[in-house]
DNA sequence: CTCTTTTCTAGACGTTTGGTCTCGTTTTTA
DNA sequence: TAAAAACGAGACCAAACGTCTAGAAAAGAG
């Protein structure tokens, strides 16, 4: 007795192959346009293979980015919240050239609950968490009054992230990581 | 010779059947779930009439929202920005029945550029040019720092309203819209 | 009043996609 | 060797999109 399941494993090269074709697979087309039979037939595999393992497409592909980007989530302690803020933000922005695929994503968690579910706790409350821990140490210090709103904060943050990525409208680059962290600061004390 | 174009005319009260259908199909079923076939029956209209108007199902519902909501963005004008900025943001937060509306348009803009350009012109940037108003009075009246960043300040503002609006994490009432109006305060001095 | 033009409802039609199902095969454990 | 589970390939159905056709209706022009 084994703690191996019974049957045929799971082929770990054709999952990969299936998270690499996505990936691919949005490189050329946008979102929109991304269909199973793409990736599937581009990772040379069924289609069963990919809808028994991925509930939608947006499964897949958030399992190909989580797998991709540096899944631990750098959290900078340079010793002051305005150094902190800097060096998380400029890292955060830097990241920009994933906005098809994370407008993507959005778009298809703003159409389907469950996966929103997935979505958020698989991504965006991870990037909130660390966050919170620049802002908490910030807090110990000190810096931050004791009446402010950390949650509010960290949707000031996020929120500004996300409405330059969405609308395209302004520049998502580091000096403008520098002003919103500038603005952070004032606003904390 | 009139100004009326050759023909039968285009039927007004078909029009308002239409719109009034997409907002009932709305309450009904989730954005996800609307189809054109829908509309049309309910509005006992045929599709081709949507069709010949309409580029796509999120241009239907645009229409609808933009006649039904207050057109006219009500601009405060209290004396100062504290005031104006409360007045303002409660009075969009108190707005939030609208949501899954805004949520399915928001991801019809992330997922069809023609569209998005729609949205952000006829109803994006028309709020940001209201707030965009309370600002520059508040500068000229000398309660913004002339170095601060108003296009930084607009985005502060309807970012943490969408980023609340799409994770849906965090309440979006009045008492949000006032601690958003005194953080916005303490920013721009 | 008749002709032309345009919109109207109604619904058939072809296409695409999603998602399921079947088939025969392969890889593992018991 | 048998049972179990995954595999590739692809058939299959249902749903929705968007186009098209047909005939009726509503306007102006002559």
Redesign the pocket.
Known sequence: ??D????????EA??K?ILVAALEELDERDYA??????I?RR???????I???WP??ADVVLEALLERADTTIAIPDEGSLSDDLLAFLTATFRQRGQRPTLIGLMAHALLDPVFATEFKEKFLFKRRAALRVILDRAAARGEIAADADIELLMDVAYGVLWYRLLLDHAPLDEPAGSRLAKLLVRAAR
Chains 1, 2 share one sequence.
């Open positions: 007795m084994t191996r399941r019974l049957g045929r494993p799971r082929s054709t999952r192959a346009a991304l269909t199973i039979d793409g599937a990772a040379g595999c069924g289609k069963q293979t809808y028994r393992w939608s497409k």
